[in-house]
C-alpha cells in the first residue's frame, strides 16, 4: 500500500481512539488548551499497556516505534521483542522475537520498517544495525564505522550508542543517532551515522554529522520528516528531579560531514546540524497523568519512541513512548501530540 494511503489511515485510527477498547482505558483530552508550546499540544496519554503481557511476553522496555502497514505500529522492546499494535487502540496483534546471529538477546532500540516491509533494527550493545524479515531472520548487517564501536575496539561507551533511527524522504537514505559523544569529542556533541542505499537494498556508509545536545542531555529518537528536516528528542534524567524531554527540529542539510574527523573536540569550523527547540515537555499540561517517582511534571517518565503517524490540521501527528525498563517505578506511557513544524 503507498505510504499516503497508510499514513491516512493511521491517522483516522489514531484521531479515533479517544478511548481504548481491547488495550484499556485511555486518558481523552481534547487539544484546546493543551499547548506545551506555540507549537506543540498534547492531545491526550495511554498508560493502558503498562505492566501488560502478550503472548507470554511483558509489553514493555518499549525504545522505538515505526508505522507497519495499515492499521498497525511496530513497537520495539529492548529486551528483543518486536510488537505489532492496533494503530486505534494498541492493543498488541503479534510478537516476534529478535536475535544477534548467535542467537543471543540485542539491547534494540532503534527500529525502521522498509519500503519491503523488512525491519532495520539498532542493538546498542556493539553498535550495530541489522536487517530482519517479518518473522525475526536475520537478512543482512550494515557496516558501522570503527570509531563508534564500543571500547575497546571503538571510542564509544556502552549503553550510549545507537539509539534513534531513520529513513530519510525516497528511501535512499538511512539514519541512526548516537546517544552521546564518543571519547575524543567534546561533551554533547553526538554523532548521526548515515548510509546510502545501493543495489539490492544493501547500505554502504556515507556522511556524518554533528548534533549538539542540550547539557546533559542525550539523544533517544530521531525522525525523519517528508522535506528532509529532523525531529530530534532529546532526554535526560536527575535522581530525586525526574526526566527531561525535549522536541527539537533539526536539519542536517548544511552541516559539515565528521566521517573524516577524528576528534570533535576544538574544531570550531565544524557546522553542527542546526536545531529550534518545538517544546520542552515539562511545559505540557499534565491531563490528570501520575507519576510513580518524582517528576517535574507527572506526564513526563522515560521517553524513548517516536513516530510521526500522519497530518492533521496543517500539523503533524506524533506519537510518544516511554521504556519503563521493566521497573515498577516507571511507566509504559504513550503521548499522543500535534506538532507545528
Known sequence: MRLRTVLATLTAGLAAAATLTAAGPAAAHPAAGNACSPSVSVDRFSDALDKTT??????????????DGEGSLAAL??????????ARTLAPESVVPLADESGAALDSEGLVVDRDGTRLVTSESEPSVRRYSRDGEILDRLPVPSSLLVAPAGRATANQTFEGLTLLPGGRTLLASMEYAIAGDSAGLVRF???????????????????RTDAGLGVPEVQALADGRLLVLERGFTTGVGNTVRLYLADARRATDTAGIENLTGRPGVRTVAKRLLADLVTCP????????????????????????????????????????????????????????
Open 54 to 67: 502478550f503472548d507470554g511476553s511483558f509489553v514493555g522496555n518499549l525504545s522505538a516505534l515505526a508505522l
Open 193 to 211: 551515522q548515515t548510509w546510502t542505499r545501493t543495489r539490492g537494498d544493501r547500505f554502504r556508509l556515507a556522511a556524518q554529522y554533528a548534533y
Open 286 to 341: 499534565s491531563l490528570g497523568a501520575t507519576a510513580r517517582q518524582p517528576q517535574p511534571n507527572p506526564l513526563l517518565d522515560n521517553i524513548e519512541g517516536m513516530v510521526v503517524t500522519g497530518r492533521d490540521r496543517g500539523g503533524l501527528r506524533v506519537l510518544l513512548v516511554s521504556d519503563d525498563n521493566q521497573n515498577a517505578a516507571q511507566t509504559t506511557r504513550f503521548l499522543f501530540l500535534r506538532v507545528r513544524v
Open 77 to 86: 522492546s529492548d529486551r528483543s521483542a518486536l510488537f505489532r499494535l492496533d
